[in-house]
């Protein structure tokens, strides 16, 4: 145990506490430097997962009276827990955000029930009933943005076959593989998604093989679901093929072949959620949504996107932005095996909780989930 | 076929274009680390030179706009790493093995630190030579776009095979690796000849990196490795301490590389975790058919810590 840590944390709980008092004192304007820590998994710059939220970061430390600490790679171990209370007690900070799935369960729960009166917002849709009433939960549907790239690629591909470079057969993953499947059957009937996973998060040698392999496959154009596009889009981009983006975007990486992209909308979130707090309002501990709510975003059309495409996707986006919305896993859905998955006539919206437990594959998608 | 798909093919090509794209870190580190164990010490630290060698090698050339002056920092790099840990090993009662996982922490955790402003940047990559002229199948094509350093590699195990048998330099690493004694008889220096064995195998192991990070996959980011150093140091031991074999062994394991994403392209989509696992489960399964418990392995030097 390290005794110098500990008396000077303790010397600085003190300041922090009285900091604490002030910002909730001075409620609903944050003028007193509300401070809100930002915990990543790994690196804030790496064109992915982590910019993403990083990007969102970037956005509240835009608005006057907001502090951002931040501290990137942290592991989802004891490590985090340590983390949030050197944010909360070093830098006083009242709201904070552990991006990473894996932050959540015990440590950011944990430490939701040590500090009741401080806000901890993760990412992951994970909150359930049993957890503390300050802890909350949010994601976006980002297979409406996927839908959107599957619809740009299957007009965009001229051998009508795509590629799609995952990592794990989980549900959330597969859930983007399908939506991207469908919307290129929107556009393209007869369109087939391949999809290789690599296992696991980071793999850049295997995720730059797959897309090699693909490619030579005859596929066309690519996305994926990785934590960092990056070596996908370049290595697909020096093949000559098209790609779509996830989590940001990485058209800067390949401006050519960069078609579109499903991204996350942090930058809209955030600054929401602190408007929130500041006005006393509680944030929904279950907080989700897709392009409507702004939780998620497609990226700007690139250059050889067809006026077709462009069309038929503004055409599908609108119905997302709809008050009655756009359901991507409509009745008579059949997986990859003829077996049908969604019975005809119940149309699965997407904050159906049946949705959340894909375990399947669409039809038109080349793989299997084990 | 006429979408220019073809088929089944896939497979061998893919392995075939893993072999050359996927081997050249194996082949340079195994080399490398060849020439170290050679001389009678094991330096596990590879991983972390790796790692600080593809690191230095892409912010080098993203800072000077040459990949070349990259590859020569990487292998600058990896000589100082090689020149620290036999530095570190020459005091006495040092164990070689112990100073290599340092090492190995201690360069990738600092190739971490040092490289957190180039994930993002784009730096300009190493050139490919385009051997697949004389095809017009672009997938054969693209399999054989061999880049320079693969060349080199390749070219360099039969000089290392013939350096270690008929030069003076390749005899003095050699009788440092069989016997120290002997070496100082002759009045050579062990440590010195060790330090330089080091520092070329850690010379070799930072171009190895920059292979990674300005060929293939291309860029600079926390995964790059992923364990790659540490497997090319056991392929060394699998590779019987001959160069010409760690050739063969580097070879095996790109392809095996390719083979689980290229397997699954084709339809093959169950099990791919097992074939991931492919070059592990050949390792696995060569030790146990070449080990005997009647003697040591054939080919190591008599000297090597894990050996004596």
């Known amino acids: 145990m390290d005794f110098g840590r500990i008396s000077r944390r303790q010397v600085l709980q003190g300041g922090a506490a009285l900091t604490l008092g002030a910002a909730t004192g001075m409620r609903p304007a944050f003028a007193a430097e509300t401070t809100i820590g930002f915990i990543y998994v790994g690196s804030r710059d790496d064109y992915g997962y982590n910019q993403a939220h990083a990007q969102g970061a970037a956005a509240l430390k835009k608005i006057p009276g907001l502090k951002v600490v931040e501290e990137e790679k942290v592991p989802e171990t004891d490590a985090v827990e340590k983390t949030i209370e050197s944010m909360i007690n070093l830098d006083g900070a009242t709201l904070l955000f552990p991006t ?114 693909l490619i030579d496959q005859g596929v066309d154009v690519l996305t994926c679901h990785v934590d960092g ?71 700007p059309y690139g250059e050889v996107v067809s006026a077709e495409a462009r069309k038929h996707a503004d055409d599908v986006k609108a119905k997302f932005l709809s008050a009655e919305g756009y359901a991507i896993f409509k009745g008579g859905l059949v997986d990859n095996k003829g077996k049908t998955v969604i019975a005809a006539g119940t149309d699965r919206g997407q904050k159906d909780p049946e949705l959340e437990k894909m375990d399947y594959l669409v039809e038109g998608v080349i793989g299997a989930t084990s | 076929m006429a979408d220019g798909s073809i088929g089944l093919w896939t497979v061998p090509l893919a392995v075939l274009g893993g072999a050359i794209r996927v081997s050249t870190p194996f082949l340079f580190v195994s080399l490398g680390e060849c020439i170290t164990e050679r001389s009678g010490r094991i330096n596990l630290g590879l991983e972390g030179t790796l790692v600080m060698g593809a690191m230095s090698a892409y912010g080098i050339s993203y800072l000077t706009g040459s990949p070349w002056l990259g590859v020569f920092a990487a292998g600058v790099t990896g000589a100082l790493l090689g020149a620290l840990h036999a530095g570190i090993c020459s005091l006495p009662r040092v164990n070689d093995v112990a100073v290599g996982i340092a090492l190995m922490l201690f360069g990738t955790g600092l190739a971490f630190y040092l490289g957190k402003p180039l994930i993002e940047p784009t730096a300009p990559r190493l050139p490919a030579i385009d051997f697949g002229w004389w095809s017009d199948i672009p997938q ?43 070496a100082r008889a002759m009045g050579h220096s062990v440590l010195l000849i060790r330090l330089r064995a080091t520092m070329v195998g850690g010379f070799l192991a930072g171009i190895g990196g920059s292979f990674l990070s300005l060929f293939y996959p291309g860029s600079w980011n926390e995964g790059l490795s992923s364990g790659q150093g540490i497997t090319a140091v056991a392929l060394v031991i699998f590779a019987r301490w001959d160069p010409l074999l760690c050739l063969w062994a580097s070879l095996a394991f790109g392809g095996a590389a390719a083979l689980g994403p290229a397997l699954q392209s084709v339809g093959v989509t169950s099990g791919y975790h097992l074939f991931n696992a492919a070059p592990y489960i050949l390792t696995l399964a060569i030790m146990i058919i070449t080990c005997s418990p009647k003697r040591t392995l054939t080919g190591a030097p008599a000297e090597l810590s894990i050996t004596r």
């Open chain 2, 140 to 182: 054969v094509r693209a399999a054989l776009r061999v880049n320079v350093l693969f060349l080199i590699g390749v070219a360099l195990a039969p000089i290392l095979y013939w350096a270690f048998r008929t030069t003076r330099w390749g005899l003095l690493i050699r009788t440092a690796g069989e016997s120290s004694d002997a």
């Open chain 1, 100 to 213: 990473s799935f894996g932050y959540y369960n015990p440590h950011m729960v944990k430490m939701a029930a040590k500090y009741p009166k401080l806000h901890f917002e993760h990412c992951g849709g994970l909150w359930t009933d049993k957890d503390p009433k300050n802890a909350g939960s949010y994601f976006g549907y980002i297979d409406e943005a996927q839908y959107i790239s599957g619809i740009i690629a299957g007009y965009t591909s001229k051998s009508g076959k795509l590629g799609f470079v995952a990592a794990k057969p989980i549900p959330q993953v597969l859930r983007n593989i399908n939506a991207f499947a469908l919307g290129a059957r929107l556009a393209n009937p007869k369109a087939t998604t391949q999809v290789i996973f690599t296992g696991d998060w980071s793999m850049p040698v295997k995720e730059a093989e797959a897309t090699n392999s």
């Open chain 1, 229 to 299: 596009p990056k070596t996908m889009v370049e290595n697909a981009a020096r093949r000559g093929a098209f790609v779509c983006g996830y989590h940001t975007n990485q058209s800067p990486l390949a401006p050519k072949a960069y078609l579109t992209g499903a991204e996350w909308n942090w930058e809209a979130l955030y600054p929401k959620f602190v408007k929130m707090i500041a006005a006393g309002e509680s944030i929904p501990n279950f907080y989700r949504g897709g392009l409507k709510e702004e939780i998620v975003k497609t990226s």
